[in-house]
Structure formats: structure tokens, C-alpha cells
């Protein structure tokens, strides 16, 4: 409830949930207090079906009534012990993250004995190892595939984890450190320090030209000298720099679209990438096999 804006919902739903149960306790109260007469003395209400099916003035089933109140009850004391009423904790002081909590603690003191065997391990000899290396998909496919793939190859945005295009640095080390902190990647819009819209154009056929792709070699060759601008990040031979997270332009591979149209859009808008850190979900063992599968997805010739 907390995460509504403005208070009237939270007010709102408490109204409608008390009223819902009052309601029907009153109503309860209210059938044990009337009986509805009998025109004929037979104990039927004189509605009459089919010639002879009539409906009788029976009293509700006492089981059924015990379990209408048992379940008012337990209503009431859901509301006062849980937080189901506006922005009332609740007197027991459940919330879904205590218990996700308490759940993952209870869950990682089993796990523990088995990932301490693993974090003696290198990187290396882990990804062969067939036992940490099915951990290792299932915590990648529950965790990392909404982004990455299931295959690992990535999409549009997220990169490739099987090839040996690192934008960071594919070394278990550079790997443990971006699973952990996770990364910021941003690239400013640098329209204004290449030119004019024609410099623009001939900047991303200089880059198209450095890869390799099809490119239009004139404007490529007007590019170049703009091209000093992008120089300070990507380099002066456009194969970027992994210390800063500054991509490899000469590889032929395009984080974000290929050919002239996608290029000029990032070098008008830019654009900022994150990946979230991961210390938080996962402790230090389950990093370590993480990075070794994930390692493992490019860096070992018998990974299938």
C-alpha cells in the first residue's frame, strides 16, 4: 500500500474490505433474524415450479453458518495482524521481503557446504566442471537470459556473451567485478563536437569504412579528420577502450543496430546502458560459479 502516490486508494481499499466483511456479518445477523412466512403452514415461501417443485422455508445449514463466522473472524484478524489495511503494518510485522529473506537464508545454509567446494576452484577448472556448470546455467537462465538470451548471444542493446568481444575486459576478474557492481555504460550525444548534419553522416561512413561494412568512401574520407572528436574515447584507430567501457568500432560488431542510419542516431542521441549490480541477489560462491559459466560460454572450446 505503500507504494501508492496519493492517499485516497490506500483509504479506499480499507473501506471496501471492512464493509465487505461487516457487510456480510450483518447480513448473517440479519437471514437469523427473519423468517419469511408461509402462506400455505407447510413450511414452503409459495413459489411453486414445474407443477409440484416448491421451495422450502428452511433455516441456513448450522455448519454453514459456523463457517461463515469462522471465516469473519479470521478476517479480522488478518487485518489486524497483516498489512492488508491502508498503510497499517500489521501487528506481526510480515512483509514479502522478510520472508524472501528468511527463505533465501534458510535455502543458501543448505547450498553452502557445496559452493564452498566450488569457491576453492579456478575459473578455468570450474567451467569444466559438469555439476557447477548446470549450476551455473540455471542461476544465468533464472537471472541473466531476460537480457542476454538464453543462447547467451544477446540482442539488440545487450551484448553477446559467446564471442570475445568484451566491452569491459572477458577476464574472470573483469567478469566477477561486473556481475557484482554491475556496469553504466554512456555514450554523450556528439553532435555538436562532430559538425553539422553532413559531418555527421560522413563521421558514421568513416566508422562503417574502420569495420569494413559497406560504406560510401567518400564521405568516409571527410570523416576521418571529424572523427577526432569520437578519437578521445573509442581511440584514434576506433578499437575503443575497455578501461572506460568505450566499444571497439572496427570489429563489424554493433551493440546497437548496424549501418549509416543506426550510427548517426547514436552519434546524435547517444545513449546510456545499465547493467544492475548483483551483490545484493547472490553471495561471493554463487558470483564465482556465475562468472565461470559465463566465462566459460566463450573461453572453453569443450563448453557446448
Known amino acids: 500500500m505503500s507504494d501508492f502516490t496519493n492517499s485516497f486508494w490506500p483509504i ?6 471492512l464493509a465487505g466483511v461487516f457487510g456480510c456479518a450483518l447480513l448473517l445477523w440479519l437471514t437469523s433474524k427473519i423468517k419469511a412466512s408461509s402462506p400455505n403452514g407447510d413450511n414452503t415461501n409459495g413459489h411453486v415450479w414445474d407443477e409440484n417443485l416448491r421451495e422450502m422455508n428452511n433455516p441456513l445449514p448450522r455448519w454453514w453458518v459456523w463457517m461463515f463466522i469462522i471465516t469473519i473472524v479470521f478476517s479480522l484478524f488478518y487485518f489486524v495482524s497483516y498489512p492488508s489495511l491502508g498503510a497499517n503494518p500489521g501487528k506481526l510485522g510480515w512483509t514479502q521481503t522478510k520472508q524472501y529473506e528468511q527463505e533465501m537464508a534458510v535455502a543458501n545454509a543448505k547450498i553452502a557446504p557445496l559452493y564452498a567446494k566450488f569457491a576453492a576452484m579456478p575459473i578455468d577448472q570450474l567451467a569444466n566442471n559438469k555439476e557447477a556448470k548446470a549450476i551455473g546455467e540455471r542461476l544465468f537462465m533464472n537471472n541473466c537470459a531476460q537480457c542476454h538470451g538464453s543462447d547467451a548471444h544477446g540482442s539488440k542493446g ?9 566491452i569491459h575486459g572477458g577476464s574472470p576478474e573483469k567478469i566477477t567485478e561486473t556481475i557484482t557492481n554491475g556496469r553504466i555504460g554512456m555514450m554523450p550525444p556528439m553532435a555538436a563536437a562532430v559538425g553539422n548534419e553532413e559531418d555527421v553522416k560522413n563521421v558514421a561512413n568513416y566508422v562503417l569504412s574502420i569495420s569494413g561494412s559497406k560504406h560510401d568512401s567518400a564521405r568516409a574520407a571527410l570523416g576521418k579528420e571529424k572523427f577526432a572528436a569520437c578519437a578521445a574515447c ?5 578499437k575503443g577502450n575497455q578501461a572506460i ?4 568500432l572496427t570489429d563489424g560488431i554493433w551493440l546497437h543496430g548496424a549501418g549509416e542510419e543506426a550510427i548517426i542516431k547514436r552519434i546524435n542521441h547517444g545513449i ?9 541477489k547472490f553471495s561471493p560462491e554463487q558470483i564465482h560459479v556465475l562468472t565461470a559459466y559465463v566465462w566459460g560460454l566463450s573461453n572453453n572450446a569443450n563448453h557446448q
Open 245 to 248: 567501457g568505450s566499444l571497439n
Open 272 to 280: 546510456t546502458n545499465q547493467m544492475p549490480a548483483q551483490s545484493a
Open 12 to 17: 479506499f481499499i480499507t473501506v471496501i474490505s
Open 234 to 238: 573509442h581511440g584514434a584507430e576506433g
Open 158 to 166: 545487450f551484448p553477446n556473451l559467446t564471442d570475445n568481444d568484451w
